[in-house]
């Protein structure tokens, strides 16, 4: 499942990332190119826009319409149409935050020096984005993300 997140839900675009699914969001992108876009990749778009939405119905492309403020029940508005699965959050699966890319576990050795002295004492296991080459340790983006999925299986 491909998503496309509207400007507006970069948050969400993030979450989306971290959790495996490919979502491909821009800030800046006028409608005609998004549905463009979301029509040639078979993407699912997520927004907020509802001129985008109208749009997005009469190309026939499928989309869910957030209407909630509150991050936890958007997520539950994507969950109930597109039914995904958010049993396991791996940093194994995750993709990158900033550009959507896979990411590759990469050993502490190479980092030696890269980052902070302290981040490689306390984590064990890091990833390496193949895109852009950001680096991720279990404690930044997986753990909050733990606690986020925690809440909506709460809710759902
Ligand atoms: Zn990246």
């Given at each position: 499942m491909l998503f496309l997140v509207d400007a507006m839900l970069g948050n969400i675009a993030k979450k989306l990332r971290v959790l495996g699914f490919d979502s491909e969001y821009f800030s800046n992108i006028d409608d005609s190119k998004l549905i463009e876009k979301a029509k040639n990749e078979n993407r699912i778009i997520i927004s907020r826009d509802h001129h985008l939405i109208e749009r997005a119905i009469k190309h026939n492309i499928l989309l869910v319409y957030i209407t909630k403020e509150n991050e936890i029940e958007q997520f539950l508005e994507i969950l109930k149409i597109t039914h995904l699965q958010l049993d396991e959050i791996s940093g194994d699966s995750a993709r990158c935050t900033k550009c959507n890319s896979l990411t590759s576990k990469i050993s502490k050795l190479e980092l030696e020096n890269k980052i902070p002295q302290g981040v490689l004492e306390y984590n064990e296991k890091f990833w390496k984005c193949v895109g852009c080459h950001q680096i991720y340790w279990?404690?930044?983006?997986?753990k909050n993300l733990q606690e986020f999925v925690r809440k909506i299986k709460l809710k759902s």
């Open positions: 279990e404690g930044t983006h997986i």
